[in-house]
């Protein structure tokens, strides 16, 4: 079973334990929605882990993975236009490394943690004979029901990105910088649409917005996609790296067609940003526009389809 | 390295990225304690994992996997008195195991999440090549500073435990009762003084209550000691396994001298309380009584020490 039939069958199970008015949004989206008591904010949850071998190499610095760790739901906190509070991290560290390395570890993690004010608050730390595994949850805070979602998409929205796609394989995947100051300006702006962060790749999770907003469309010009100069030095069509790799950790947005150039006239970041493309009503697909012709965008990388200039 | 060397230099280091005012309490309690911005609650967060060989066998029932992986953090969020708000589960899977697997856990978490109110918001889940690891990280609210610490033990206060102890291996430590309920009635009961739950096994837990109440001591009563039917079931001595097994998960805790005997008459829970012995001024160790005869008791169990009759 896949990751997403499995969220779609604990999905149709409802939420057992919930009270009435807690839970706004529940598994699916970057973070949790919980109400607080207060009226004024809502609570951000998220847990997002790391295996050796699968999200990090043995031969990573721990120093990097403990970044890491905590940064990958710091990118969630951030998709949701939140602030982090605080995390507790579980770590079972395999058996044949050192306490040397373990400390590394938890620097990296500290280093995360005073640079995007998000302490590490309580932990629990295990060995395992298995893959070291580090598993972040994060408890965040945004302004009552102005949680930035994936399912907020509409029609005519015009697609942004931040910062440039692909390649994180040569190092970025281990020292990327969270958007959570993006994501706090793009919560307050008016006119904001879906949005998420982009760790699967931006063609799959442009799916997965059209899949939470109700199977709508979308058009995304080939020549805007911001290409990493990561991309361009690996083996290979760079725009299939920007399209396919994923661990970019950008954020990927919506906004309401009016209010796009207003946002670019007022983004106040360094960060690029960059217009991408469209969404449309039509059901459920990416096309990608090259020199007039569209292609049927997959989740795994382009094919092609049926013309539709 | 040991835990508790690790969470001492994980404590010397401080905590990086804190603002001021947020933490109440930190790594190495049940709990972290979190100011929360109402000055009416804070609150609580905790993370804890289970490794597959570690803490549970591999013919472990996933249901009864899924329900001890929730059930252990709400331990934690008892035993500072405080109510759970709501969960997020990291699972890394072992490549092996079948949907069905993956779903039983999932049903046995929302088994735990039903029964003790602590809806499973979100989760990350992954598949991996060691052994199956799953760690279960709560959101909890206590009334402000009213959270049950270890650190607040006195000299004079008498030692309680709730339940039975002893024994778990057979069955208990896969379906035990998080003692929420009185958890929050000893939160609200005045003249509490530390308390923590047992997972480490009596002797180890009263250790860490006189460790971070400053290095106090104890006299716990042999004879008082709840010993459980599965602990007399077990080859050996049934009192070592009361004082060491672990997985308790019951609560200890001491209460002021003066409110001992209320606590008892007001007690409103069908589980057992039993007082076991007292706190007493005297550096770090705990003695156990026995026939007129204290004998040293370690963290791992007993040994002869000095009479100290």
Chains 1, 2 share one sequence.
């Not at 989206?29 to 990090?56: M, N, S, W, Y």
């Not at 805007?224 to 760079?238: H, M, N, T, V």
Request: contains cysteine.
């Amino acid at each position: 079973m896949r990751e997403f039939e499995f969220i779609d069958w604990i999905r149709t199970r409802g939420l057992p334990g919930a009270r009435p008015g807690l839970v706004k949004v529940g598994p699916g989206d970057d973070c949790a929605v919980l109400a607080a008591g207060d009226r004024k904010h809502d609570q951000l949850l998220k847990t997002d882990g790391l295996i050796e071998g699968l999200h990090f190499d043995s031969g990573a610095s721990p120093l990097q993975v403990g970044y890491k760790a905590l940064c990958r739901p710091l990118s969630d906190i951030a998709a949701c236009g939140g602030r982090p509070v605080a995390a507790v991290v579980f770590a079972a560290i395999n058996s044949k490394r050192s306490s040397q390395w373990a400390m590394a570890l938890q620097k990296g993690l500290a280093r995360a943690a005073e640079k995007f004010k998000c302490p590490v608050v309580g932990g629990d730390v295990s060995v395992t004979s298995g893959p070291t595994t580090i598993a972040a949850s994060l408890l965040g805070t945004v302004a009552a029901g102005r949680a930035l979602l994936r399912s907020s998409a509409q029609a005519g929205d015009t697609i942004f990105v931040t910062g440039e796609l692909g390649g994180s394989i040569l190092g970025r995947h281990l020292a990327f910088v969270p958007r959570i100051e993006e994501g706090c300006f793009l919560q307050s702006f008016s006119g904001i649409g879906a949005a998420m962060d982009i760790s699967d790749g931006l063609a799959r999770d442009l799916h997965h917005i059209l899949r939470e907003s109700g199977r709508l469309g979308c058009r995304i010009n080939a020549r805007a996609i911001p290409i990493s100069k990561a991309a361009r030095r690996l083996p290979g069509d760079s725009l299939k790296h920007a399209l396919g790799d994923g661990e970019d950790y950008e954020l990927l947005f919506t906004v309401r067609e009016k209010r796009a150039a207003i946002l670019e006239s007022t983004w106040p970041f360094a960060s690029k940003l960059t217009q991408i493309g469209k969404i449309e009503a039509a059901g459920s697909r990416v096309f990608l526009v090259s020199d007039g012709q569209a292609r049927l965008l997959r989740k795994r990388g382009w094919e092609h389809g049926r013309l539709r200039s």
